[in-house]
Antibody, heavy 114, light 109 residues
Framework: EVQLVQSGAEVKKPGESLKISCKGSGYSFSTYWIGWVRQMPGKGLEWMGIIYPGDSDTRYSPSFQGQVTISVDKSISTAYLQWSSLKASDTAMYYC???????WGQGTLVTVSS | QSALTQPASVSGSPGQSITISCTGTTSDIGNYNLVSWYQQHPGKAPKLIIYEGNKRPSGVSNRFSGSKSGNTASLTISGLQADDESDYYCCSYAGSLWVFGGGTKLTVL
């Protein structure tokens, strides 16, 4: 069974750093693009960016370029989404997604509050 | 990439059919047959209901159907049921990234 399993919920303070993860299983992780989707409270879905694990080719949506870092460790079939300095506005649910064929992780809730 | 354009809300009565539009450009919907549709109930993760324009995943009711004309994709729900009341999002490949629509709230009257 193809699965994407994300790390657990996080509560952080503004200015702190954070790295959340997404582990793929049941398929050849290195040969499918995988990306991250943000959903802020009460808002819609937004593609943040996408990475090809085979060569780490990474593309960011313009709104997220420079705001987050997407990376991957193909040796352990895991993708990451990282912030160096969190803001309250980063509070959201984050989903990892393999867009083709479609598979979604269960989501990671990130709460940033002082 | 700009977000795809969806109506903010649509409504229909039980048993009726409704259609939700999703308008893009020649850079996304118009150039690729890679439009998907998601249903999201409050507090839940999005559920894929249509992929590659008009294909239904296993287990999704055949009351849901997808189509495309030019730069606009559409989701049609026939025989509306109370449980169809939800948010719906379209998504398209856009050449190097993917882009979502703003979402449509479906109300079943």
């Amino acid at each position: 069974e193809v699965q994407l399993v994300q790390s657990g919920a996080e509560v952080k303070k503004p200015g702190e750093s954070l790295k959340i993860s997404c582990k793929g299983s049941g398929y050849s992780f290195s040969t499918y693009w995988i990306g991250w989707v943000r959903q802020m409270p009460g808002k819609g879905l937004e593609w943040m960016g996408i990475i090809y694990p085979g060569d780490s080719d990474t593309r960011y949506s313009p709104s997220f370029q420079g705001q987050v870092t997407i990376s991957v460790d193909k040796s352990i079939s895991t993708a990451y989404l990282q912030w160096s300095s969190l803001k309250a506005s980063d509070t959201a649910m984050y989903y990892c997604v393999r867009p083709q064929p479609v598979t979604w992780g269960q989501g990671t809730l990130v709460t940033v509050s002082s | 990439q700009s977000a795809l354009t969806q109506p903010a809300s649509v409504s229909g009565s039980p048993g009726q059919s409704i259609t939700i539009s999703c308008t893009g450009t020649t850079s996304d919907i118009g150039n690729y047959n890679l439009v998907s549709w998601y249903q999201q109930h409050p507090g839940k993760a999005p559920k894929l209901i249509i992929y590659e324009g008009n294909k239904r995943p296993s287990g999704v009711s055949n009351r849901f159907s997808g189509s495309k004309s030019g730069n606009t994709a559409s989701l049609t729900i026939s025989g509306l049921q109370a449980d169809d009341e939800s948010d719906y999002y379209c998504c398209s490949y856009a050449g190097s990234l993917w882009v979502f629509g703003g979402g449509t709230k479906l109300t079943v009257l």
